[in-house]
């Protein structure tokens, strides 16, 4: 009945009246002048309407208003579509008139693709989220960080907040992931001494069907097992020389997840909870893969996040920046797979952890390896990466 209205309506001729009104009617918006003309062109709210919390400066305003002469942000980071998603959405909601974009690089390759584009003076990243701290520490030397002091700052513990304009978008927890047909005759690998003590059990069986980050590959992962072996928390590279010539090293947590579900991997250690949390309900994969937070030490990656100076859309920046570190934009980060650290993000408002949840599950922070942003990274590079990839790369 409806399409058949609609139709009626469709046909029904315009009187001469109704079209004169139509035509006075467009010129009375005209002649409203320029401010008629603007609501036409951006219906987005100004800076009054935006609500934003008390403790924010009184000027916060000015700063919202500019982000809209900008030519929208663009956002270089290690981190996948789906897991902007939510971010995004929440932010577009505060901010509309903002086009937010987003390139998944590898952690080195985001800095090198802006040295280049600074260099030759092209449009670049306004805004790098960036889990790879030995790249940032060379970035801080550079002196590539726009200090920038978040309306949020006060609210974030002080290890999250390195050097000044450094911020942490999320403590993602490296984790050990299995599968659960091919491995149902043995208990659930809970740290990665238990595992490694199957696969010493069992070169045959075990033997380069067990993966990891290859630490030669990117930052990101030479971070994450120069953590481990500097942590004191185990056996370091004694573990390693053990397990390394079993391992088959992987570039990415992506690729890890995808073998250990088709089989070709029994397990993997150490690879990305922030790939696997939101990958694992899709398809029903969680009914194949199984997971653990390693209880003997598990990583956690601090993701770095900060406004470089080359960016061209700083305004829009900040408040990304802001948007990010708020308890607003934490909740956002959970339920699209990433782990919130803000000490007000509650386990009921996320999807996946907290950071306060990851610290319960291992029994303390004493069980942590905080992935952070220590200098002898820079300076043992080359005989560390000479070490492991002994170890990893040449198979017995």
Request: some cysteine; proline content about 6%.
């Amino acid at each position: 009945m409806l399409l058949k209205a609609e139709r009626i309506i469709m046909y029904i001729p315009v009187s001469r009246w109704l079209l004169a009104a139509l035509v006075a009617s467009t010129a009375l918006l005209a002649a409203c002048g320029s401010d008629s003309a603007k609501i036409g062109e951006d219906t987005a709210p100004r800076a009054a309407m935006v609500a934003q919390p008390e403790y924010y400066p009184a000027d916060y305003g000015q700063l919202v208003d500019g982000s809209r002469n900008e030519s929208g942000l663009l956002i270089y980071s290690n981190v996948a579509e789906y897991n902007w998603r939510d971010i995004i959405r929440g932010f577009n909601q505060k901010y509309p008139w903002i086009k937010v974009s987003t390139l998944d690089l590898g952690p080195g390759e985001i800095f090198e693709r802006y040295y280049s584009e600074v260099s030759a003076k092209q449009k670049t990243s306004d805004l790098i989220v960036n889990a790879a701290p030995d790249a940032w520490l060379r970035f801080m030397s550079k002196d590539g960080i726009e200090p920038y002091l978040s309306a949020e700052d006060s609210k974030l513990p002080g290890w999250s907040k390195p050097v000044p304009g450094l911020y942490t978008a999320s403590t993602d927890p490296l984790v050990i992931i299995y599968n659960k047909m091919l491995l149902k005759d043995l208990d659930p690998p809970t740290s990665l001494t238990q595992l490694s003590e199957m696969m010493i059990a069992n070169p045959a069986r075990f033997g380069n069907k067990v993966t990891t980050y290859d630490a030669t590959s990117h930052s990101f992962a030479y971070a994450l097992h120069w953590a481990v072996v500097n942590s004191g928390k185990l056996d370091g590279w004694d573990l390693f020389e053990k397990i390394g010539p079993l391992t088959q090293p992987e570039s990415g947590g992506a690729n890890m997840l995808d073998k250990v579900t088709s089989g070709e991997y029994l397990a993997a250690y150490y690879t990305s909870g922030a790939t696997t949390f939101s990958q694992l309900s899709q398809g029903g994969r969680d009914r194949v893969v199984g997971w653990e937070l390693p209880r003997d030490g598990t990583p956690v990656i601090m993701r770095g996040l900060a406004i470089p100076r080359g960016a061209r859309s700083p305004l829009s920046a900040r408040l990304m920046l802001d948007y990010l570190v708020s308890h607003e934009g934490q909740v956002a980060m959970g339920k699209g797979g990433m782990t919130p650290y803000r000490p007000d993000v509650k386990s009921e408002e996320v999807s996946f952890l907290t950071y306060a949840d990851i610290v319960e599950k291992v029994g303390g922070t004493q069980n942590v390896i905080l992935v952070n942003y220590a200098p002898a990274m820079l300076t043992e590079y080359k005989p560390f990466i000479e070490r492991w990839g002994a170890l990893f790369k040449e198979k017995k």
